[in-house]
Nanobody, 121 residues
């Protein structure tokens, strides 16, 4: 079965940076689209960024474009989210998710446990 383990969350001041990592096991990592979602208190979980199985295609939500960078290392079975110029509104629990294969529009089938990111003003 798939296991996704996030790390790298924490408390940071506005304008600071964090890098989240998600280590995957149980599947052939390179066969899957990967995504990062976030959920703030009282809000729905939403897609922040996604990356295709090869890393050649990426997607960013408008609120993070230009500040966040998603990347992956298929040799290490790991996906990353580099977050720069953080804002208080980026405060949320961040979840790593694995897609339903290489299909970019296939949705997400597996989730990590989440890591808290808190940005102070």
């Amino acid at each position: 079965q798939v296991q996704l383990v996030e790390s790298g969350g924490g408390l940071v001041q506005a304008g600071g940076s964090l890098r989240l990592s998600c280590a995957a096991s149980g599947r052939t990592f390179s066969n899957y689209t990967m995504g990062w979602f976030r959920q703030a208190p009282g809000k729905e979980r939403g897609l922040v960024a996604a990356i295709s199985w090869s890393g050649g295609v990426t997607y960013y939500a408008g609120s993070v474009e230009g500040r966040f960078t998603i990347s992956r290392d298929n040799a290490k079975n790991t996906v990353y989210l580099q977050m720069n110029s953080l804002k208080p509104e980026d405060t949320a629990v961040y979840y790593c998710a694995m897609g339903r294969g290489r299909n970019w529009n296939g949705g997400y089938a597996s989730w990590g446990q989440g890591t808290q990111v808190t940005v102070s003003s």
